[in-house]
């Protein structure tokens, strides 16, 4: 996302002339996207570990596999339930219990 003061200095005639006005525009925002994906992947990171914990490793292990084997990587269960807290995440600014909505995805 940009600012309109950043849309500005990119979007000036100038920009596409001159990189002095193109990078500083670009590199004001990178970091952010990079530290916002990276909390986005932790998050994800975290639904796994509440999953591990409440199923233990075993059945962690065994639904993973399954779920890897029968639907593949992305429509896994476990995968899938991991993609939507994501998602819920990162479009929401409520309070938000991961644990909770985990512990009732696996019906606990
Ligand atoms: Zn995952």
Redesign the pocket.
């Known amino acids: 996302m940009r600012t309109d003061e950043t849309r500005n200095l990119a979007d000036a005639p100038e920009a596409s002339e001159h990189n002095h006005v193109d990078e500083p525009a670009k590199s004001l925002f990178k970091p952010c996207t990079k530290f916002l994906d990276q909390v986005l992947h932790a998050f ?2 975290l ?2 570990v509440i999953q591990w914990r409440l199923l233990g490793p075993d059945r962690f292990l065994l639904s993973y596999a399954n779920g890897l084997e029968c639907f593949g990587y992305r429509q896994s269960p ?2 899938a339930m ?2 939507d807290a994501e998602t819920a995440f990162a479009s929401s600014t409520a309070t938000f219990n991961v644990e909770k909505m985990v512990a009732a995805k696996l019906g606990w």
């Open positions: 994800h990171e639904v796994h476990l995968e991991a993609h």
